[in-house]
C-alpha cells in the first residue's frame, strides 16, 4: 500500500510539475500560466545584435555590415573587430535588463541577424556559437530580472525585407531561394530546440518585415505564408510549448497575406509608424482578430513625441493590444526609454559615414586623422553602458511606466 501511495504521489506531482509554464493563446487572449490575460508592454533591444545606421546618426551607412566596413575603413579590421566585442559587452547588459524591470516593463523582444548562427563574417567574428552565448545571456538576465523574452529574427538568410533593416542585399531572396529558407528553417530549429523547455522566452518572431513596398509585392507576398508554414513544421517538431508570432508584410503592415490560422499558439503581430495615434490605424488588424478570434499585438512602435506615445500606449491598450516600443535606446535622442550621449567630436565619424567610399581613390582622398577616431570610438563604447545613459523621463512617463528610477546605484 505505501508503495502503491508513493507511485501515486510522484504521478501526481509529475502531473502538477507538467502544467503549462508557459505564456500561451486563448481565443483572442495571450495568457499567462495560470490562464490569465496577460498584455504585453516592453520595447525593443534595438541596435544591439542589429546595428542601424540612423542610431549611430548616419544616413547612408545604414546596414550592419556597412557600418562594420566603414569602422574597419577608419580603425582596420582587427581593431573593428575589438569595436564590436566591446560593443556587444557595453550596449545592453543586466543595468539595462534590471532598470527596464523597474520601470515596470513586463517583457523585451530581442531582434538578431541569422549570422550570429553561421560561420559568416558578422560585427568582426565568424563564431557559429556566438548566437547561442549572447541569446543565453539576455534570457538568463531577463529571468533573474522577471521578464520575458521574444525572440526576433530581423536578418534572415538572403534577405526576408530587401532593405538595411534585413543586412541584405537590397531584395527579399529569401522568398525566391531554397537554400536560404532551409538555412532560416534549420536555424530556427536549434533556437526552438534549445529553448523549448524555458519558460523566459514567450515565443518566435519568425520573420520581421517581410517584403519591402518597393518590390513585386503580388508575387513576394504569396511566398510569405508558405514559407511561414515551414517554419512552424520545423519549430512544433522540437518545441510546441512557445507562441509563434507571424508579421504582416510591408513592413508588419499588411494581414491580407494570410488565410485562416494553422497554429495553435499563433500570435499575428503588425508595426506603426507614424500615422495618427486613433482607431482607423489600427482597425483592419482588430477587424482580423475578430473575424479569426486569434491574438495580436505590435511588435514595434514610437519614434515620435512623448504626447503622440502617451496618445497611441493608451489606445492599444484600451483595445487589449499589448505593445514593444521601439527602441529602448538611441544615440542623444529623447524618442526612446533611454538616450545615449554624444561623444566630443562625433560628428567626424559622421562625416565620414556620409562621405563616398565606392572606390579605393575615393577612400584615400577623405583625410583622416586616426588617432582622433579611435578617441573618439572609446568613447562612443564607454557612454552607451547603462551607467552613463540618460533616462527620458517624459517617454517613459508616456509608456506609462515608472519614472521614479531616475537616481540609479552606479
Known amino acids: 500500500m505505501k508503495k502503491l501511495l508513493f507511485i501515486l504521489s510522484v504521478v501526481i506531482c509529475s502531473s502538477l510539475q507538467a502544467k503549462d509554464k508557459f505564456i500561451g493563446v486563448k481565443g483572442k487572449e495571450i495568457i499567462d500560466a495560470d490562464g490569465n490575460p496577460f498584455l504585453i508592454k516592453g520595447t525593443n533591444l534595438g541596435n544591439w545584435l542589429v546595428p542601424e545606421g540612423y542610431m549611430f546618426k548616419f544616413k547612408k ?3 550592419p555590415s556597412q557600418i562594420h566596413d566603414m569602422i574597419s575603413q577608419l580603425v582596420g579590421p ?9 560593443f556587444l559587452e557595453n ?11 523597474k520601470t ?3 517583457s523585451v523582444r530581442v531582434p538578431f541577424n541569422y549570422k550570429l548562427f553561421t560561420i559568416e563574417n558578422y560585427m568582426g567574428q565568424n563564431d557559429s556559437s556566438r548566437g547561442f552565448k549572447l541569446l543565453d545571456k539576455v534570457i538568463d538576465w531577463c529571468k533573474t530580472e522577471g521578464l520575458y523574452v521574444i525572440l526576433d529574427m530581423h ?5 526576408q525585407t530587401g532593405d538595411n533593416i534585413d543586412d541584405s542585399y537590397g531584395y527579399p531572396f529569401l522568398f525566391e531561394n531554397e537554400q536560404n529558407q532551409q538555412l532560416a528553417i534549420e536555424i530556427w530549429t536549434k533556437i526552438a530546440k534549445r529553448y523549448a523547455k524555458e519558460p523566459t522566452v514567450m515565443g518566435y518572431d519568425l520573420l520581421n518585415e517581410p517584403v519591402a513596398h518597393y518590390f513585386d509585392t503580388k508575387t513576394l507576398n504569396a511566398l510569405i505564408e508558405p514559407l511561414y508554414r515551414k517554419l512552424t513544421t520545423a519549430i512544433r517538431s522540437v518545441d510546441k510549448n512557445h507562441i509563434i508570432f507571424y508579421g504582416g508584410a510591408q513592413w508588419n503592415t499588411n ?5 485562416e490560422p494553422f497554429d495553435q499558439k499563433a500570435v499575428y503581430t503588425f508595426h506603426k509608424y507614424g500615422d495618427q495615434p486613433n482607431y482607423a490605424s489600427i482597425k483592419r488588424f482588430i477587424e482580423f482578430r475578430e473575424k479569426y478570434n486569434v491574438p495580436i499585438y505590435i511588435g514595434e512602435t514610437g519614434e515620435n513625441t512623448d504626447e503622440w506615445v502617451n496618445e497611441f500606449r493608451t489606445l492599444l491598450e484600451k483595445n487589449n ?6 527602441p529602448y535606446k538611441k544615440l542623444d535622442n529623447p524618442k526612446n526609454i533611454i538616450s545615449i550621449p554624444l561623444p566630443n567630436n562625433y560628428q567626424t565619424i559622421i562625416d565620414y559615414a556620409e562621405n563616398n567610399r565606392g572606390s579605393y581613390k575615393e577612400m584615400r582622398e577623405i583625410k583622416i586623422n586616426r588617432a582622433e577616431v579611435k578617441e573618439i570610438l572609446a568613447q562612443y ?3 552607451i553602458k547603462y551607467k552613463n545613459s540618460i533616462p527620458n523621463s517624459g517617454y517613459i512617463k508616456a509608456l506609462g511606466l515608472n519614472t521614479e528610477q531616475q537616481t540609479r546605484t552606479k
Open 61 to 63: 551607412t545604414n546596414s
Open 78 to 86: 582587427a581593431e573593428a573587430a575589438d569595436f564590436w566585442t566591446t
Open 91 to 101: 550596449y545592453i547588459t543586466i543595468d539595462d535588463i534590471r532598470f527596464l524591470k
Open 104 to 106: 515596470g516593463v513586463n
Open 155 to 159: 536578418c534572415a538568410p538572403g534577405g
Open 255 to 259: 494581414f491580407n497575406i494570410f488565410s
Open 321 to 326: 493590444i499589448g505593445w514593444h516600443f521601439w
Open 381 to 383: 563604447l564607454e557612454n
